[in-house]
C-alpha cells in the first residue's frame, strides 16, 4: 500500500496565487520528501524534511510536516504558469533489503496565466 | 554531471518480442531503481539495486528481468509482455540509503512502453 496520500487530487489556481498540497502517510518515518513531475518526464527532487523539523522552506516553496498526524503540506508562493506540474510526496519505507522511497498518489496542479 | 540517461525514450514491442532498457549515471550513486508509471498515477518500485546486487524485488513478473552490470548501468529485460505491461518505465539512482534513509533520487526521463 500507498505510504502517502495526497489531496487534493488536481488542483487548477490563477498565476500570482499560492497553492497548497498536502499528503498523509501511514507508518513512521525517517523523512519526506517532495518531488514535482511535467507531464510524461522524470520526477525532480524538491525538498526533503526530517522527522525532526517542523518547517523547511526553499524560495517559494514551504513544507511543513506534524508527525503526530503523519501529514505534511507542500505550499508553493506566487505561482507561475511554469509550476503546472504533478506534485509526490514520498517517504522511505524499511525493507529487509534496504529502504524502499514509495510515492503518494500524487497532486496535480494547474496554474492558468 | 548530475544526470541519469534512459534509452530509449519510446518503445513499440509485440508480445513475442525481447527488448531491453537501459539506464546510465556517472554521479558514483550505489543505488539504483526501476520504477513503472501509469498514466496519472504515482510511480510504483519495481527493483532496487544497491552495489550491483539486487537488494528489493516488489514481486515484479518474470517477464521483467532487471540487470545491473556494473555500477554505473542498470537495465530491464523484457520478454513476453503484456498490454497491461505498457506505461512509463523510470529509472533512479541515489546514494546508498544509511541509517536514516536521507537521500533524494535523481530520475531519468524515462521510457515510454507499449505493448501490442
Known amino acids: 500500500s500507498q505510504q502517502g496520500e495526497e489531496d487534493p487530487q488536481a488542483l487548477s489556481i490563477q498565476e500570482g496565487e499560492n497553492a497548497t498540497m498536502n499528503c498523509s502517510y501511514k507508518?513512521?518515518?525517517?523523512?519526506l520528501q517532495w518531488y514535482r513531475q511535467n507531464s510524461g518526464r522524470g520526477l525532480v527532487h524538491l525538498i526533503l524534511?526530517?522527522?525532526?523539523?517542523r518547517e523547511k522552506h526553499s524560495g517559494r516553496l514551504r513544507v511543513t510536516l506534524d508527525t503526530s498526524k503523519k501529514s505534511s503540506s507542500l505550499l508553493i508562493t506566487a505561482s507561475r504558469a511554469a509550476d503546472t506540474a504533478s506534485y509526490f510526496c514520498?517517504?522511505?519505507?524499511?525493507?529487509?533489503?534496504?529502504?524502499?522511497?514509495?510515492f503518494g498518489a500524487g497532486t496535480r496542479l494547474f496554474v492558468k496565466a | 554531471d548530475t544526470e541519469v540517461t534512459q534509452t530509449p525514450k519510446h518503445l513499440v514491442m509485440g508480445m513475442t518480442n525481447k527488448k531491453s532498457l537501459k539506464c546510465e549515471q556517472h554521479?558514483?550513486?550505489?543505488?539504483m531503481y526501476w520504477y513503472k508509471q501509469k498514466a496519472k498515477k504515482p510511480p510504483e518500485l519495481m527493483f532496487v539495486?544497491?552495489?550491483?546486487?539486487?537488494?528489493i524485488n516488489e514481486s515484479v513478473p518474470s517477464r521483467f528481468s532487471p540487470e545491473c552490470p556494473n555500477s554505473s548501468l542498470l537495465n530491464l529485460h523484457l520478454h513476453a509482455l503484456q498490454p497491461e505491461d505498457s506505461a512509463l518505465y523510470l529509472c533512479?539512482?541515489?546514494?546508498?540509503?544509511?541509517?536514516?534513509?536521507?537521500?533524494?533520487?535523481?530520475f531519468g526521463s524515462g521510457t515510454q512502453l507499449s505493448v501490442l
Open positions: 533512479a539512482s541515489s546514494h546508498t540509503k544509511g541509517r536514516t534513509g536521507d537521500e533524494k533520487l535523481f
Open positions: 507508518t513512521s518515518i525517517n523523512n
Open positions: 524534511i526530517r522527522s525532526n523539523e
Open positions: 514520498a517517504t522511505d519505507a524499511r525493507d529487509t533489503g534496504g529502504f524502499k522511497t514509495i
Open positions: 554521479m558514483g550513486h550505489r543505488a
Open positions: 539495486y544497491s552495489y550491483e546486487k539486487l537488494s
